[in-house]
C-alpha cells in the first residue's frame, strides 16, 4: 500500500508557472512507476506525465510535451510536475498515481495504476 498526497495546486495567470508536489508514504517509494492525471469538469480523466521507478523513463501527454517536467526524488518519496508556460485549458484536478512496478515502461493509462491521491485544482485565468 501506498498513501499519496498532492500539493502545489493554486491559481496562477496564463503563461505562468506552478510546480506540484507528490509525496508518498508507506511501501517502498523506489520501486513504484508515477504518473499525473489530470480532470477537468465534464471531460475524462486525461494523461499528463508519468516516470518510471528509477525516473530513467518518462512520458507526457501531447497537449503537454514541451511545458510541463516530471521527475522525481526517491530518497524524499515524491514526485514532482514543473508547468510551464500554463494555459487556460490547463484548469483541471490534478491526481498522482502510483503503480508497483520496476519496468523501464512508461504507464499512460489511469487503470494501469493502483493508487491514488485525492487531487490538487489548477486554475489557469487568461
Known amino acids: 500500500q501506498v498513501q499519496l498526497v498532492e500539493s502545489g495546486g493554486g491559481l496562477v495567470q496564463a503563461g505562468g508557472s506552478l510546480r506540484l508536489s507528490c509525496a508518498a508514504s508507506?511501501?517502498?517509494?523506489?520501486?513504484?512507476?508515477m504518473g499525473w492525471f489530470r480532470q477537468a469538469p465534464g471531460k475524462e480523466r486525461e494523461f499528463v506525465a508519468a516516470i518510471s521507478w528509477s525516473g530513467g523513463s518518462t512520458g507526457y501527454g501531447d497537449s503537454v510535451k514541451g511545458r510541463f517536467t516530471i521527475s522525481r526524488d526517491n530518497a524524499k518519496s515524491t514526485v514532482y510536475l514543473q508547468m510551464n508556460s500554463l494555459k487556460p485549458e490547463d484548469t483541471a484536478n490534478y491526481y498522482c498515481?502510483?503503480?508497483?512496478?520496476?519496468?523501464?515502461?512508461?504507464?499512460?493509462?489511469?487503470?494501469?495504476?493502483?493508487?491514488w491521491g485525492q487531487g490538487t485544482q489548477v486554475t489557469v485565468s487568461s
Open positions: 498515481a502510483a503503480r508497483n512496478s520496476i519496468s523501464t515502461l512508461v504507464r499512460r493509462t489511469s487503470t494501469q495504476y493502483d493508487y
Open positions: 508507506g511501501r517502498a517509494f523506489s520501486s513504484y512507476a
